[in-house]
Antibody, heavy 121, light 106 residues
């Protein structure tokens, strides 16, 4: 079945970097994009950015420009999200999601279970 | 593009009809999706293209609207529907979510 499996929880100190992985299975990886969405404790959903698994093109949310990098490894059908210069307000659950961006259907139709990233000194 | 959801929370009883609205700061055609999220779980896609039900989603869920004003309706609220609902615009390559609507038991 189609699924996205994310890496485990991380605890980082302020100023450090974190890299979260998202392994896809059950579909042709390069036919879709991957979006990353985060959710701070008790807060709503925040879109972080998107990467095309076909050609590696990216779009990032303006507030994260310069701190976030999204990549893919098509040989292992895995997407990665690296966030640098971590601050306490980066503490959140980070989700990857398969993104369909067609003429008719545009949505995030498959989601990973989330990776908790805690930033604390 | 900003999305404003209302209300931010509501209390309802099983069997009630529930309507949630989502307003975009500029026109987004019909590129709007709705998601349901339960505590500790990932969001689940309910509706895309403003009104198309995702496969497997119960028919008591429906969506409508285009341009800037959209609604999500649950025709008869069931116990498993108590959750938080988010709208999302996908008109541009920079996506945004609404602030969410928490549906609680009255």
């Amino acid at each position: 079945q189609v699924q996205l499996v994310q890496s485990g929880a991380e605890v980082k100190k302020p100023g450090a970097s974190v890299k979260v992985s998202c392994k896809a299975s059950g579909y042709t990886f390069t036919s879709y994009g991957i979006s990353w969405v985060r959710q701070a404790p008790g807060q709503g959903l925040e879109w972080m950015g998107w990467i095309s698994a076909y050609n590696g093109n990216t779009n990032y949310a303006q507030k994260l420009q310069g701190r976030v990098t999204m990549t893919t490894d098509t040989s292992t059908s895995t997407a990665y999200m690296e966030l640098r210069s971590l601050r306490s307000d980066d503490t959140a659950v980070y989700y990857c999601a398969r993104e369909v961006f067609g003429v008719v259907m545009r949505a995030m139709d498959v989601w990973g279970k989330g990776t908790t990233v805690t930033v604390s000194s | 593009i900003q999305l404003t959801q209302s209300p931010s929370s509501l209390s309802a009883s099983v069997g009630d009809r529930v309507t949630i609205t989502c307003r975009a700061s500029q026109g987004i055609s019909s590129y709007l999706a709705w998601y349901q999220q339960k505590p500790g779980k990932a969001p689940k896609l309910l509706i895309y293209a403003a009104s198309t039900l995702q496969s497997g989603v119960p028919s008591r869920f429906s969506g409508s609207g285009s341009g800037t004003d959209f609604t999500l309706t649950i025709s008869s609220l069931q116990p498993e529907d108590f959750a938080t609902y988010y709208c999302q615009q996908l008109n541009s390559y920079l996506l945004t979510f609404g602030g969410g609507t928490k549906v609680e038991i009255k």
